[in-house]
């Protein structure tokens, strides 16, 4: 269930705004779906639910699908493994075992990366992920990632009461949360055009 009171005016609002574009495939109203989920269920407003659906949006190039981060496993193992080309960084994220750099690329709406973000996020959530990292691609799983990370800052340290508050509404800054200003100013109009589906949708 979501907060949704119209669920038909919100996806009505979204195909005419042209968020995902001109139509929408049933993958993409999946993944909008187990957002809205999550983010009524975290007990959010519409500005925090509409910015994390303008992240989702950009995170996974407008598919809403959970990804894996693009790269082969050399690429993983260069970057992240204690054995690659940046043991410093491979420690700064846990991956002290050979072979986490490729087991725990990242994954999901918002990407974990590393052993200690997996396990931090299973045990905040209670889900095996050091064991079985790919669960963070289940749309359930990678929503209630992205929304308890975003809420709590677990990303960049950051987190969405920095800049959405009852007062004050920053989508353009928020991106801090996630990746500094990249790609700031467009995800900030997407959210702003998903604010207005989900006050078309009657979000509680």
């Known amino acids: 269930m979501t907060a949704l009171a119209n669920p038909q005016g919100f996806f009505a609002s979204l195909r005419q705004t042209k968020v995902l574009g001109p139509s929408l495939e049933q993958s993409e109203v999946d993944g909008l779906n187990a957002i809205l989920v999550a983010c009524g269920g975290a007990g959010w407003g519409p500005r925090f639910t509409a910015y994390a659906l303008a992240t989702a949006d950009r995170e996974t190039g407008g598919t809403m699908k959970p990804i894996k981060e693009w790269g082969t496993n050399g690429y993983f193992w260069r970057r992240y493994d204690i054995d690659g080309a940046n043991p410093a960084l491979a420690r700064r994220l846990g991956n002290t075992v050979p072979g986490d750099g490729v087991r725990y690329a990242g994954r999901g709406y918002v990407q974990i990366t590393g052993r200690a973000n997996y396990e931090r996020a299973g045990e905040k959530l209670g889900y095996p992920l050091v064991g ?5 691609l289940r749309s359930d799983i990678a929503a209630a990632i992205m929304t308890r990370g975003m809420e709590e800052g677990w990303f960049t340290g ?21 990746n500094g200003l990249d790609h700031a100013d ?4 997407e959210a702003e055009l998903y604010l207005q589906a989900l006050k078309a949708g009657q979000w509680a």
Do not use: S, V
């Open 158 to 178: 950051k987190k969405l009461a920095d800049y959405i508050t009852a007062n004050r509404c920053d989508f353009r800054n928020a991106r801090r949360i996630i």
């Open 186 to 189: 467009e995800i900030a109009g």
């Open 132 to 136: 079985n990292p790919d669960l963070a």
